[in-house]
């Protein structure tokens, strides 16, 4: 939500903001994007881990969370991938930790 006093700014009362970028910052991103995509091949599952963590790294959430999901998708039977995945959905709070069960303390 935008305020109307200072439409660059979101209302401060949430966890996560949404915020335009400056044209300067979107062009280094995309030529970090460019050197990372020339890197690795887009539509293996390693490629896409390491651009959930760059765009985590720069706070592109929603970015972040696409990729992991592409990671995980492409290599279901990797379980760090699912562990880098769930680590990224606990860490901001969007999973919560399972509770343990009584059968596990034992």
Do not use: M, W
Not at 21 to 47: M, Y
């Amino acid at each position: 939500v935008l305020s109307k006093e200072n439409p660059r700014y979101a209302v401060e009362d949430s966890k996560y903001n949404i915020e335009i970028i400056s044209e300067n910052k979107a062009k280094d991103i995309q030529k970090d994007l460019a050197a990372i995509t020339q890197q690795g091949e887009e539509s293996s599952a390693l490629h896409q881990l390491v651009l959930a963590s760059y765009y985590e790294d720069k706070q592109l959430f929603v970015e972040a969370l696409h990729a992991y999901e592409k990671a995980v998708d492409l290599e279901p039977e990797v379980v760090e991938f699912k562990k880098a995945y769930i680590y990224f959905l606990e860490k901001h709070g969007i999973a919560q930790k399972p509770a343990k069960s009584k059968e596990a303390e034992k």
